[in-house]
């Protein structure tokens, strides 16, 4: 009986068969974990550094701000925004608009 005690208590060994193949699992598993961490903490998204310039915009009879920033924004953008930042880069409001007027658009709306 303490032949089988001692054999039931004893704790399993692993042994690697393969160092190559657990090395790559193990790196690969890393880089799987450091992806997803990315991802959730939004890490994996990058901003240019480089100033972009504005647009240049000339005024038509029967343009507003609302269709001029339609027009230049981006699909992410709200439109109310985008109306904000036009008026913001040329400091005007949106009262101020006149045909012939040439008006800077921000690229990056």
Do not use: Q
């Not at 799987?32 to 005024?59: C, H, Q, R, W």
């Amino acid at each position: 009986m303490r032949t089988e005690n001692r054999s039931n208590n004893r704790k399993r060994k692993y042994r690697i068969k393969s160092k190559f193949r657990f090395i790559t699992s193990l790196i690969v598993m890393i880089g799987l974990m450091v992806s997803g961490i990315n991802y959730v903490l939004g890490s994996d998204t990058s901003f240019a550094l480089v100033k972009s310039e504005p647009i240049e915009v000339e005024v038509c009879y029967g343009d507003t701000l609302w269709d001029i920033a339609n027009t230049y924004k981006n699909d992410k953008t709200d439109t109310r925004r985008a109306v904000y930042e036009i008026c913001k880069a040329n400091d005007m409001s949106a009262s101020d608009l006149e045909p012939g007027m040439v008006i800077l658009v921000p690229d990056n709306l």
